[in-house]
């Protein structure tokens, strides 16, 4: 039985090192379409089983054509990150031991690793040390803990118990949000049945309008909840939190920071002015995934009063140990049983410490600045956001070559950016989110885009 272990272990492994070492040289789209690769997986559950290895081997022939390189320094999709060669084998390990986590009691090794690092988190992102961490799948999910968590403790202060008698016939809660907050805000204000949110207008860089908040706020009463960025994602760019925050805080609104990618800004010391005073808010959303580069699934929901996460989440049974102290992990988010995802965060804190997270972000914002200066050189090429942190959103004079533009890149495969619309305009979107972007990686994208524009517009 452990040499069946063994032998499938050594067997990945190898077909693992073959992808890594070689998807910084393969072109970085798929090269499948989800038709093929569902053809060769079979369209039919089989009706009897087969070998292990026969069934990995067919898995990675059907699937590896179908990845996408996004563990490429070259690509600059969406808002991803690849892994840290620490946190993929902390992930692997996550597997191997297999813990539910739970329960403190049940699985202390996991869920003190966990624990561990949520205090560094807590720590190196400048947040309040008595504020609680809970390991989700994502800033979705992130974004959603801290938005329940407010509608509880909001609900509460208006004199209505939501775990009791439900949303239904309860006070309206006003939940307000910026013009360009992330879509994931709506999705998880959905779930936590707020509905669509009252929208305050950004400014030209997509940070909500302070004063107009003030307005909105001042316009309503009741329970509210207010939700922030740190990180847009077009611009970069962070609310004012030292402003909005106070604003909201006198109205009595909860105030919720979406920083999925973002709040690690506040680890670096020459970025970390973009993200203060946001330790004032009540709960924070990240992602490990993102900037951390751990593999996925990795959100990280923290809420500064440990009470409202717990009356939010907490629930007790008579099959379910009390822990001897503390508040279990499943009574600080949406899942009972669930891996331990929080190891990989811990080991690639540990293996980076401070300095190094440090270096990590600013290396990020660093060569978004320099791909930025890079690619407003090229003809026809405007920057349109203010390159503050790790976004960068190229604009072409003509709006209609933008998709063109990208089609090119795609074709020619060493560079990956996504199409969007910013500010009215068809803008190319460049997200450095992974810890190997270099300035190799940075000049090689720049003389892509070069290319890439001539065959769109021979000048
Ligand atoms: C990626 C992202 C999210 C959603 O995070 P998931 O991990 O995909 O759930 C939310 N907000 C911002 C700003 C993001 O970039």
């Avoid at 800033?139 to 202060?157: E, F, S």
């Avoid at 709506?186 to 860089?205: F, H, I």
């Avoid at 988010?333 to 690639?348: F, H, I, L």
């Avoid at 804190?349 to 972000?361: I, K, M, P, S």
């Amino acid at each position: 039985m452990h040499a069946d272990y063994d032998d499938i272990i050594d067997r990945t492994a190898a077909t693992a090192k073959a992808w890594l070492h070689g998807f910084e040289e393969r072109p970085i789209p798929p090269a499948e379409r989800i038709g093929e690769v569902r053809e060769q997986l079979g369209e039919r559950l089989p009706e009897d089983g087969a070998d292990p290895d026969a069934v990995l081997e067919r898995l990675t022939g059907a699937v590896e054509p179908g990845l996408m390189g996004i563990q490429s320094s070259r690509f600059y999709g969406w808002v991803m990150g690849g892994t840290f060669p620490v946190a993929l084998g902390a992930d692997w390990l996550v597997s191997a031991w297999d813990q539910n986590a739970g329960m403190r009691d049940a699985t202390p090794g996991v869920v003190g690793a966990e624990e561990v690092a949520g205090d560094w988190l807590l720590d190196l992102l400048g947040l309040p040390s008595t504020a609680d961490v809970g390991f989700v799948t994502g800033a979705t999910t992130a974004n959603m803990v801290g938005l329940i968590a407010g509608r509880t403790q909001v609900l509460r202060a208006a004199g209505w118990d939501v775990n009791r008698d439900g949303l239904a016939g309860g006070p309206r809660i006003r939940f307000i949000a910026g013009a360009e907050r992330h879509t994931s805000v709506d999705l998880a204000a959905r779930y936590a049945g707020l509905g669509q949110p009252v929208t305050v207008p950004s400014d030209e860089q997509g940070r909500i309008r302070v004063d107009l908040l003030r307005e909105t706020l001042a316009a309503g009463e009741g329970p509210a909840i207010v939700a922030l960025q740190a990180g847009n994602l077009h611009s970069g760019a962070f609310d004012d939190f030292e402003g909005a925050i106070a604003v909201a805080h006198e109205a009595g609104a909860w105030v919720h920071v979406d920083g999925a990618f973002g709040l690690w800004a506040g680890a670096a010391s020459r970025l970390r002015h973009l993200t203060s005073g946001y330790e004032a808010a009540d709960s924070w959303a990240t992602d490990a995934h993102k900037t951390l580069n751990v593999p996925y699934d990795c959100g990280i929901a923290i809420v500064a009063d440990p009470v409202a996460m717990n009356g939010a989440f907490s629930i007790h049974a008579a099959y379910l140990p009390r822990p001897a102290e503390g508040f279990d992990p499943y009574e600080k988010v949406p899942e009972m049983s669930r891996r331990a995802r929080g190891v990989p965060v811990w080991a690639t804190l540990a293996w980076l410490g401070r300095h190094g997270v440090d270096a990590l972000v600013q290396r990020l914002g660093d060569s978004a600045a320099a791909l930025a200066r890079g690619l407003a050189e090229l003809p026809g090429v405007t920057i349109l956001n203010d390159v503050v942190f790790t976004q960068v959103c190229l604009a072409l004079d003509d709006d209609d070559e933008i998709a063109g533009l990208a089609a090119a890149l795609q074709a020619e495969g060493s560079v990956f950016a996504s199409p969007s619309r910013w500010r009215d305009r068809a803008v190319l979107r460049f997200s450095v989110s992974n810890w190997a972007t270099d300035e190799i990686a940075v000049a090689r994208t720049i003389a892509a885009v070069r290319t890439a524009l001539t065959a769109v517009n021979p000048r």
